[in-house]
């Protein structure tokens, strides 16, 4: 099973485990992370996997439908309105 989702038009990365996107280059520390515990050498390869994609790096460009769109499968639905707090 992928542990990720790879939205082109997003151009973001999911962990479905988590629900969340991944900052571009931090693949790797994301699952040696708690939450996944991978090996550095397990987390690489799993990353290079993903190395050929287009990521959007959210702390230097929004990211964000330009039109109303149906939910994306892996992430969280907020419904009070705010949007993710981390970035």
Same mark, same amino acid.
């Given at each position: 099973?992928?542990?990720?989702?790879?939205?082109? #038009?997003?151009?973001?990365? &999911?962990? *479905?485990? +988590?629900?969340? %996107? /991944? #900052?571009?280059? =931090?693949?790797?520390?994301?699952? *040696?992370?708690?939450?996944?515990?991978?090996?550095?050498?397990?987390? !690489? !390869? /799993?990353?290079?996997?993903? =190395?050929? +994609?287009?990521? %959007?790096?959210?702390? *230097? !460009?929004?990211?964000?439908?330009?039109?109303? &769109? /149906?939910?994306? !499968?892996?992430?969280?639905?907020?419904?009070?309105?705010? %949007?993710?707090?981390?970035?």
């Amino acid at each position: 099973m992928d542990l990720f989702h790879y939205y082109q #038009q997003y151009r973001v990365l &999911v962990c *479905k485990s +988590c629900r969340y %996107a /991944i #900052q571009p280059g =931090r693949i790797v520390m994301h699952l *040696k992370s708690a939450q996944h515990q991978l090996s550095q050498q397990q987390g !690489e !390869e /799993i990353a290079a996997r993903y =190395r050929d +994609c287009d990521l %959007a790096d959210p702390c *230097k !460009e929004r990211i964000a439908p330009g039109i109303i &769109v /149906i939910p994306l !499968e892996h992430l969280p639905i907020y419904r009070d309105g705010l %949007a993710c707090q981390h970035c």
